[in-house]
Antibody
């Protein structure tokens, strides 16, 4: 059973870079079973898909965030990462990592981590 | 971008009764629609995919229907643990995948 766990700073200053990691257990990110995804949830915008990475290294991003986002994978550590540049208060949210599959959509999910953008 | 609209925003139902939640897509998503349940402090949990297929471990009282632009999630006999937030999400046209704004199911 694949499990995901987010980690990273809970507080980021405006204009800086938000960096999060999702560690995968119970399965390898090197298979084609899932697209490895980041999703965020804020009171103002609800659930918002950020982007995902496939085992091939191909990445796909939400057009609304594409200019500020980078998703990468580390197969040696079985994890994938998110970077969001030039953050503002609007980037304050709970960030989730999840696996997406064509047949089942988003499942499983990590527990989520709250990131607050504030000086 | 496909916009997903859920109704009602809040639904008040008594335990043991049936709840019907609606989701509308701004254009056809065929049957590429999922439903999620979210409880406070928890991540969303997949309930239904492919518009009508229950995910592993989901009780039979949860059922999904619809195709194209109109979808329904029905909970046949509400249990106390079913009072939560529910979201629909389309995965037919991406990027981006898009979610509805949610329906809060509360105890009447």
């Amino acid at each position: 059973q694949v499990q995901l766990q987010e980690s990273g700073p809970g507080l980021v200053k405006p204009s800086q870079t938000l960096s999060l990691t999702c560690t995968v257990s119970g399965g390898s990110i090197s298979t084609g079973a899932y697209y490895w995804s980041w999703i965020r949830q804020s009171p103002g915008k609800g659930l918002e898909w950020i982007g995902h990475i496939y085992y091939s290294g191909n990445t796909y991003y939400n057009p609304s965030l594409k200019s500020r986002v980078l998703i990468s994978g580390d197969t040696s550590k079985n994890l994938f990462s998110l970077k969001v540049n030039s953050v503002t208060a609007a980037d304050t949210a709970v960030y989730y990592c999840a696996g997406w599959a064509e047949t089942t959509s988003f499942d499983p999910w990590g527990q989520g981590t709250l990131v607050t953008v504030s000086s | 971008e496909i916009v997903m609209t859920q109704s009602p925003v809040t639904l008040s139902v008594s335990p043991g009764e049936r709840a019907t939640l609606s989701c509308r897509a701004s254009q056809s998503v065929r049957r590429n629609l999922a439903w999620y349940q979210q409880k406070p402090g928890q991540a969303p949990r997949l309930l239904i995919y492919g518009a009508s297929t229950r995910a592993t471990g989901i009780p039979a009282r949860f059922s999904g229907s619809g195709s194209g632009t109109e979808f329904t999630l029905t909970i046949s006999s509400l249990q106390s643990e079913d009072f939560a937030l529910y979201y629909c999400q389309q995965y037919n046209n991406w990027p981006p995948y898009t979610f509805g704004q949610g329906t809060k199911l509360e105890i009447k």
